[in-house]
């Protein structure tokens, strides 16, 4: 819960966010209770920020929104919600603008679903996440890599990230202890971010 507000920590330590991807007019996809647009301070170049949730409409679809809308497109812990992650990411590079950035987080399968699927932490997830592997335990495993690879959209891949600097691996190495939501304690994250660029219409040479 928060993971959004807890994102903006490390946000704050790499001026790209401020400078680069977080800037001009955009929407939040997911946002729930806690949506980007509350930490508007501390991104000047942020012109606005919608938030989109379900009143709004089908997030793998954004059938209401045209192509082309927004400077950025943000979404955190919503993709793994959707039916169809290839599709939804589709739909949010094509309502970028060209040059615009889409960020998005998502759940560690190993850190946050911890060997178990369906979720016991959150029985609505569809599909869990790895940035790579090989092999998984997780029959609806998705390899992030592979899904940004098979884009139809021209995209630039900027950072992927595993957030785990505040995650406490000490906490799940006994076999006989409880597995823990470490997401649900003040600082805790579980996730995997990752930033990408929307380029022109035709691929770089």
Known sequence: MYESSKSIFHKLKDSRYATRYLIGNGIDIGAGPDSLAQYHEFFPLMRSCRSWDLPDGDA???????????????????????????????????????GGHLLC???????????????????????????????????????????????EQNIQIKKIELLDATYRYGLNKKADQERIDQTLTPIGECAIEFVIMKLGREAPP
């Open 60 to 98: 793998q679809l954004m059938a209401t929104i045209g192509d082309d809308t927004f400077h950025f497109v943000h979404s955190s812990h919503c993709l793994e919600h959707l039916r169809d992650p290839k599709i939804a990411l589709e739909n949010w590079v094509r309502i970028l603008k060209p």
């Open 105 to 151: 987080l998502i759940p560690d399968e190993d850190l946050y679903e911890q060997g178990m699927f369906p979720s016991t932490f959150n029985p609505d997830h569809k599909h869990t996440f790895s940035i790579f592997k090989k092999a998984s335990w997780s029959k609806q495993s998705i390899n992030l890599f592979g899904l940004l690879s098979s884009l």
